[in-house]
């Protein structure tokens, strides 16, 4: 055990030598080095992110390579960032779930932890429902729900998902609350359990439903967000339907708290090259989301106000900790 | 006529055929290797199609799916150790062939019949997707939990000496995999506070784990004298499988084709039970039985047979209605998605050429697959002549990689060690250990639809007994254990009587 | 009549097994929701308990039925790769689970491409008693640079990094 202690006492005196080295050199000139991507989910997170990082190390001059840690709705990977030294070779590919799994307690540290770099792209829900129910729009579907006995059956990914959250605030705003029960099913089966109508409604991602709603089968009733959707652009929002309500899903890269300003910028632009190029935008009309670079300050700042309102949501919901 | 002329031109290109060969091989290498998954593979090849054209992206995408659902069964026969869980059920069999010196018949009999599996499955596909599609729309997760649990069901014929020491693997197997976050309400379940436990343990990490760990212990506790060891002979000799062999278990392989497709159509099971029910089945209508376990080349071909014909099977939900079987396939769907052909009903009005495309990718990564085994069988049999220190060290570099490929996290190595230190005292204690994983392969699913199903009626138990699907399902369930419970008797009597 | 003997060590510590798991259910996993939710509790109690009455089982079959089993004497004993009733090799297998811990371990502060040859030397030292300079030096270099070459330079997988150091 001496031998042990003595043993890694030494390695850290000569590793922490090192990094000094390191570290000098570092500030010369950034990058030097490929830079560690951590991605926090599989599926489309993962798909843009493996683009995104093609992209981007284009434009930086060094490797940007996407690492998948994923697990506990984003909180491993979010660990493993903050424990990283802050000299811009570790960014986090993050999402809204920084602050669903500071707010349900996953982790201890919240958005603050992170020095933002830029946001780079959104995901709108959007609210189906089978074809045969008749419902086209919002208004319908208030008052088809209002006439039915018992409850109506959404989908959602689980609770305290991004859908449920999206789900919960949407009924919300549109006085429904009592009238819904929330079903929880596996990644990806919302067309299908709706179609063989075992549920009545789901909010997923626009991507999935697509091919339904050409063939008729489904109906896409609203979108969350504030703008409609390049995939279902016959789609009105929710807000042109007259419910107030502006929910979209973003992704961004960020890097832990103390990161060199020059590093963030290098990156800042590299995003931003990336976003405009004409894959990147190529990809997002057969994904389905929407390029939508934005800068570090506001980035920060919509990080911000966006976990306030999670916050206070989870809080109504009983999911917070 | 013209769109399938148009098709073959677009499959048939240089490049197309190309990439579907580096995908079969790429997917081959990592299935075979003991550790690496060929999930892994799928991930790391996803960003080489997308500067591609869609069919050749595509072609790269099944190769690789294809080439490493049929690799997985050459590490489970060679060393006991399956390269994915769809091949756990070829251990039972295959490793025992190659104790007694026929590795090469079990490898060339698993290559042959995965390829007459996946052939059959696709033709199927082809033929009959619209109708299968509907049918598949019709399981919920009632008839889902059903399945499964019918899946459960076979653990009987896998325990060996001992029912009661199967049940218990089983069930250790079924805990394992609680442990982490539960998806359906999001809190975290026996993770003692820490953030690594809540992502729980990896079915993949765990399998590795269960099989491979056991044998590395084994081989470097022989601490005497390395070289003076080896004494046992080798025999190491290349003997394909022979056509008769072929002809005699034509009706088994259909079978477990019909099986493997049939279940692959439903969306959210897969390989790994496909491969479990048809080694049962196998076992249940054999005239010898008791030869299953042993090194019988029936328990050779079911499984493997199974497996493949899964993957025409899981074209179906996903392609027609865009639902990912497993992890393999979500990344599949990826590929298809980048490239624009987005799948679901509406596919096959946008997109028929490029889907008739991908059906012809499918059949010559399998023609890809075979031609490459053929070479490989004669390489890889060389493995068991590599003394077993040396090859234990390699299987444990290689499963360290392995597991932490898969999240690339630390945790995943450590709960490899954790797991396969507990298998190899289980087995010590002469615990079967495959149902272990038959338990963390189902176990999940069979959670997650139960409480998915009752959410659905409301509490209301009876949707478990309206729908005509999911009697039929208990009813074979039923009747599996019936069936074993009366063997297990008999056998019982038996002895007393001598 | 060792086999005897060791199911029982077997059924006792899985129905202890049992008994710490459903304990530690009920303390820290909360019930559902009610409205036909099934909760995250349900399942792990079930197989608890499922374990429990298995353990008891095997525990009550060993007591009652004082004839050895006969069915355990085919074949899987004659098996040379499997341990042996009796044989647990515990040094080795602890041995092993440790060095597997601290691979892990190495695996996230130095990187693979030191972590490897380190372990590999451990073993050989440890659990073979290797002494011989050349053969330390060929396997553990020899694995460590084919791996390297193979799987991080051809095939692209990510091996780790080291986050105190890292070459590679």
Redesign the interface.
Known sequence: MTFNTTFKGGLIAAISSAIITLGGTAQAEYPEKPVDMTVLFGGTANTIAQLLSELMSDALGQPVVPVSRTGGGGAVGYSHVVGTAPDGYNIVWNSNSISTTHHTGRVEFDYSAFTPIARVSTEIPALAVNASTGWTNLDEFTAGVNAMDGKLKVGISGKGSFTHLTSAALFDAMGLTDKVAFISYGKGKAPVELLAGRIDAAIQWPGQFASYVESGDLNVLAVTGSERVGVLPDVPTAQEQGVDINISMWRGLAAPAGTPDDAVAKLQAAAETAVASDAFQEASKNIGFSPAFMNAADFGALIESDDAFYGTLLQQLGLAK | MDLFLHALSLALTPLAIGSIGLGAL?GL??GSTPG?TFT??L??A??MT?SMDPVPAMGLLMGTYIGGMTGGSVSAILL?IPGTPSAAATVLDGHPMT?QGEASIALGTAVIVSVFGGIFSLAVMIVSVDLVSQV???F??AEIFALVLFGMSTICGLC???L??G??AG??G??IM?I???????????TFGS??M???VNLLVAMIGVFA??????A????TN?SAQDTRVVRVKVELPKIGLLIRNAWLMIRCSVLGTGIGAI??TGGAIASFLAYDHAKRFSKEPERFG?GNIEGVIAPETANNAVTGGTLI?LLS????GD?AT?IVL?GL????I??????F??HASEVYGIYVAVVLAYIWVLSFQMVGIRIFVHVLKIPR??LA??V???C??GA??I????????A???I??LA??L?????PITPIILGMVLGPTL??E???A???????ADIFYTSPTVLIFFALALLVIGLQLKSEFM?KTK?QQQ | MANRMQDIVLGATLAVLAVIWTGLVIDTIPRGFGDGEIGARAFPLIFGIILLVLAVLLLGRLILNSEPDVRTEYDVSADAELPQPGGVKWMPAVLLLAEIALYGFLLEKIGFVLATPVIVLLIMLLNLRVRSIPKLASMSLGLTVSCWVIFEKLLGIYLANGTWINIG
């Open positions: 790429v290498i990592f690496l892994v593979a991930a790391l996803l960003p997308f006991g104790k598949a729309i019709g919920g997760p060996g000496d001992s009661l020491k049940l218990i069930v250790l079924l805990m609680t982490g976050i539960d998806t359906i309400e999001g809190v975290p379940r026996m953030v690594n809540l992502q729980g760990v056991p044998f590395v212990i084994e470097l506790s022989e601490k390395t969306p959210g042993k939900p209605l865009g639902i990912p992890p979500a990826a998605m980048i490239h624009g987005t799948p679901g009903p509406a596919l009005m946008n220190e040396t060290f390699a444990l570099v290689l360290a990689i932490y490929s999240r690339n996290s630390a945790f995943d190595i450590y490899m060690g954790v396969g230190v190899y005292l087995i010590a204690m002469r615990v959670e997650n139960f409480r998915t009752m959410m659905l009626s409301s509490g209301n056998r002895r």
